[in-house]
């Protein structure tokens, strides 16, 4: 099942490349940018276009990537929606209400995803409560707790912080006015979650766990590790944007960080990931993030009504998941007659 | 309170009120309002202790009323109501928030021959509906209006309205009036809806204002609603090259707010003054039932107040004092 994502391209030739899985996703991308492009103009293919959806890409796309590799597994994380605003308030409340260095601030907000990433691990592994409710709980808690230790401590749904220059150019400034720091940061998790999945033999125990949970715990594989790592991941993953946030808009709320639920999960499911596990890429993910992007701005760009936004991602969630069947199933078809 | 301690404090009441040298009858006010832990209703609450100072110098009391949590909200309030009424209030204070549940409460208070302003929520109409003697409170609609109309005089004309949450009967107001504020000063107004995806999410506020900014090169006026849309706005305006040319008015602020109109980032932002709902309902309680004077003037508009560059130092201030 995992082999046909985790062996590279043996020859370029237009048959192999239309059978790679991504390929689904890509003609997605293109279709949906030429679409856009002819609405928005000149000002959607320039910079100012670029930067405005690969801004919005970035942050979804952060989160996109963990959520991703947990799918791949068989696993759902639906927590990430409350750690966004949990990690930018924990920073927020750490640095601007305690006035602690901006570095405390920001491990303490980093933690607070890590720790609810391994509460959902030790909670999915240790029991038989599927991911998809283990995580909902979570979030609900999380949410319940941000809320109350925001009005506790500080009387207020939503904390200032200015932060100091360095911490700003590093998380939240913004390159050339446009390009959000958070797109190398996205960048920098593409090369290290493409190393895991693809490279490393860590990936491959990603894919048997996916493809068949208890053959992967015989074949000596430590699932429960494995699986509470990548809880971890996304846990880190979502505190990473929500950190950036705070270092961004200066303030972190309460509420807030819900669209993430969906729309990391819509960008991988687009990027061609098996809902069921045991299938996807990197590179599919990464397409399907962009994908997403380029609809939710490009429908400013093309100034149609946010609400027909809405109905395309829909629609295009949709058109995924049919085409994307029918490429595995070339690809799965076509494979064995190549040798 | 058994009929005996009840008789005991009105009669050390009425001593109190002879020890002071005043001839009047000293008013107990009950205030019913929000938690006090709430940053909103701690300024109302101070409002209403600050005109207290005076009630009580004329042998009166302000009592403050508030539930201990939003979970119950009309029921609750309600209660808090009776309660007042069942403690021999001599005036109410109260907010309309849940019309179905406590304006029956409000009729008993009337009913009983307790004089009544209704402030913070309910308008005008809750207030002539229930026989209460005035309104005191901001009329979203009008916040909305105050800020189309301050960057309207400001030159700006052609303004755009940031909704994330589209409708939302409170959210529409403000824009409905900040379009028409803006009209009235001689310019356009228009609503940038974003798609229920954006709620919260301050990136996708900003990217959305960004992208509209560059489609409509001709805005160089915006509005949003809550201190958060208001800082992602002016990221978005920032971020498409506009920042000084485009001028922003928000909802309510917050020390970012603060920080922002300060350096020049934001033009202003509409304050519904919660300090003075609470100071100006207890005063107009405290000389009815004391002297009998009254004020004609229906509808008492505590909002909407506009902090800007002019007077946001003394704004500060007025936060480090607990009444902004």
């Known amino acids: ?339 | 309170m058994t009929k005996f301690s009840r008789f005991a404090a009105k009669a050390s009441c009425t001593l109190i009120a002879a020890c002071a040298a005043t001839s009047v009858m000293a008013a107990d006010i009950f205030v019913i309002g929000g938690k006090p832990d709430d940053p909103f209703w701690s300024r109302v609450k101070k409002g209403a202790e600050d005109a207290g100072i005076v009630a009580e110098a004329q042998g009166g009391s302000v009592t403050w009323l508030g539930p201990q949590n939003y979970d119950n909200l009309g029921p609750d309030a309600a209660e808090l109501i009776r309660q007042a009424i069942d403690q021999g209030a001599d005036a109410i204070v109260g907010p309309d928030w849940v019309p179905e549940a406590m304006d029956p409460a409000f009729e008993a208070v009337v009913a009983a021959g307790i004089p009544l302003v209704i402030y913070n929520a309910g308008g005008l109409e809750a207030a002539d509906k229930l026989g209460a003697l005035n309104y005191v409170g901001a009329v979203d609609y009008k916040s909305g209006y105050a800020g189309g109309e301050y960057l309207g005089n400001a030159g700006h004309k052609n303004g755009a309205c940031v909704n994330t949450l589209p409708g939302a009967a409170n959210i529409e107001a403000f824009c409905n009036g900040f379009n028409d504020g803006i009209a009235a000063a001689g310019g356009t107004g228009s609503v940038l809806q974003l798609p229920a995806t954006a709620y919260g999410d301050s990136t996708a506020v900003a990217q959305a204002v960004r992208a509209h900014l560059l489609q409509n090169p001709e805005i160089d006026a915006m509005f949003a609603i809550g201190g958060g849309d208001t800082s992602a706005t002016i990221s978005g305006i920032q971020q498409s090259g506009k920042a000084g040319k485009v001028h922003v008015c928000g909802m309510n602020f917050n020390e970012t707010v603060l920080a922002n109109i300060q350096q020049g980032k934001q033009a202003c932002a509409v304050d519904q003054q919660g300090y003075q709902q609470g100071f100006f309902a207890v005063s107009i309680l405290n000389n009815y039932v004391n002297y009998g004077v009254t004020i004609p003037t229906r509808e008492i508009l505590t909002g909407p107040g506009i902090v800007d560059a002019s007077n946001v130092d003394l704004v500060i201030e007025g936060v480090k004092a607990g009444a902004r």
């Not at chain 1, 856009?36 to 100012?48: E, I």
């Not at chain 1, 696993?75 to 405390?104: C, K, N, Q, R, Y």
């Not at chain 1, 920001?106 to 038989?128: A, C, D, E, Y």
């Not at chain 1, 429908?299 to 295009?316: E, K, R, T, V, Y």
């Open chain 1, 1 to 339: 099942m995992s082999t046909h994502s985790v062996k590279g391209p043996s020859g370029i030739s237009l048959g192999g490349l239309i059978r790679r899985p991504e390929t689904g996703s890509l003609i997605g991308l293109i279709v949906v940018y030429v679409f856009f492009a002819a609405l928005g103009g000149k000002v959607f293919m320039g910079a100012p276009g670029w930067s405005s959806w690969l801004n919005i890409a970035a942050e979804v796309g952060i989160i996109a990537l963990p959520v991703g590799l947990l799918m791949i597994s068989g696993e759902f994380d639906i927590s990430v929606g409350s750690v966004v605003p949990a990690s930018s308030m924990t920073t927020a409340m750490l640095s601007g209400h305690f006035e602690l260095p901006a570095l405390i601030g920001i491990m303490g907000g980093l933690s607070v995803g890590l720790l609810i990433g391994f509460l959902n691990g030790l909670i999915v592994t240790r029991t038989t409560i599927p991911s998809l409710i283990a995580t909902i709980g979570t979030m609900f808690a999380v949410m319940g707790l941000t809320l109350g230790f925001a009005v506790l401590i500080k009387g207020s749904t939503s904390v200032s912080y200015v932060p100091d220059a360095t911490t700003k150019a590093l998380l939240g400034t913004f390159i050339n006015g446009m390009f959000n720091v958070s797109i190398f940061w996205w960048l920098g998790f593409v090369a290290i979650f493409y190393y895991v999945l693809h490279i490393s033999p860590l990936g491959s125990w990603i894919f048997a766990l996916g493809g068949d949970k208890e053959s992967a715990r015989n074949a000596g594989i430590p699932t429960a590790k494995v699986t509470i790592g990548l809880f971890m991941a996304s846990g880190f993953a979502a505190a990473c944007v929500g950190v950036g946030q705070v270092m961004t808009y200066q303030t972190a709320q309460v509420a807030g960080g819900q669209a993430f639920i969906f729309n990391s999960i819509m960008c991988v499911v687009i990027g061609g990931v098996l809902l069921t596990g045991g299938a996807g890429s990197i590179i599919g993910i990464v397409l399907g993030t962009m994908t997403f992007a380029v609809v939710n701005q490009g429908i400013f760009f093309a100034a149609l009504d946010p609400n027909i936004g809405s109905i395309i991602i829909g629609a295009l969630l949709l058109a995924a998941v049919l085409s994307n069947d029918t490429f595995r199933t070339l690809a799965l078809n076509y494979s064995p007659k190549k040798k």
